[in-house]
């Protein structure tokens, strides 16, 4: 929610006089031109070095599930919604979903995150904090763990026979696990009335058995709300190619995915309370081409204490509720139906300060 500001100006980096709409003209100055020249440094600097001899070629990608793992969602308030979150992300999950979000912070968060999919085969982590820096600008830091432990590897009694249950039958060798990490270091900040833009760079660390690989990316989001109950986002995911090299040799490479969606909210007098709904088109590239997928959700809140949550995330049902107490603390849950799986449940703590 975007909330009212009394008159300010911005210095060093912008000349902006701001309304309690949070309407306002823009004046850039020279210390704005050389942030703006710093910012296009750095990604044409990311860009050589993506495509750097290091990097590999993108021929060298193993599938376009390469980058699955990072596809999993954060908060459970954006999967309650069938995470069409793209439009309405502004907390400490905004690093993820859509940088240009931490723009529209007013405090500091610590969002922590913890599921179990599948029947607790998979486990996802996540801690998230997004600290509001001066003149428009925010701060964000995001650590994902995902983890999958006790996976076997079996071996034939004789490997130079063939398989037989009862003479020649597998068995376990060894047990090992596998655990994906990703760290978010992110900044978004407000350009102009109404609009803000942010970037994410990433870092991946991924272990199987005794193997790693390592790998860098880096995102691009953008915001803009023309109205005080209407806001879209969009978010460019990988844009240069992620890669990933294994310390065996082998490289994936990450290939780029967007995610556009506009969202609108309104008040309802007769039910004491807020209604938001949103919606969005992913971009993914799963095989050989890339996919559109969509995904909407909607969020009654009551008081601004109780919420309400529905959504559809590629024609899955999700839905979910969060309870705000002492207008600090928001505790969520979100329930994700699966095909052929078995459902999981999301729970996350947010705190302000």
Sequence with gaps: ?????????????????????????????????????????????????TFSPWAGKPADAATGYAGAFLRLGAGSRAMAMGDAFVALAEDATAGYCNPAGLSQSRSTQLLLQHSERFAGVVKNDLIAVVIPGKAEQSFGVSLFRIGVNDIKYTKLKDPTKPLDLSQNRPYVSKRVSATDWALYLSFGHRMRSGFSAGSSLKLILRKLGNNTAFGYGIDLGFLYRPLPTLSIGANLSDLFCT????????????????????????????????????????????????????????????????????????????????????NRLDIDYAFLQHEDLN???????????
Aim: proline share 3%.
């Design 1 to 49: 929610m975007q909330s009212d500001r009394s008159p300010k100006k911005l210095s060093y980096f912008t000349s902006v006089e701001y309304s309690k709409t949070g309407t306002g003209r823009l004046g850039l100055t020279f210390p704005g031109f050389f942030l703006l020249e710093r910012i296009l440094l750095f990604s044409l600097l990311t860009l050589l070095v």
């Design 243 to 326: 890669p990933v090299r294994w310390d065996t040799g082998a490289g994936d490479v990450i290939t780029p995915s967007a995610r556009v969606g506009l969202a609108c909210c309104w008040p309802v007098a007769l039910l004491c309370g807020e209604l938001t709904s949103a919606f969005e088109l992913k971009a993914e590239k799963e095989s050989a081409r890339y996919d559109l997928n969509f995904s909407s959700g909607v969020e009654y809140r009551f008081r601004n204490l109780l919420a309400l949550r529905l959504g559809s995330q590629q024609g899955m049902f999700t839905a979910g509720a969060g309870l705000r107490m002492y």
């Design 343 to 353: 459902n999981s449940h999301r729970v996350s703590i947010a705190a302000q300060f």
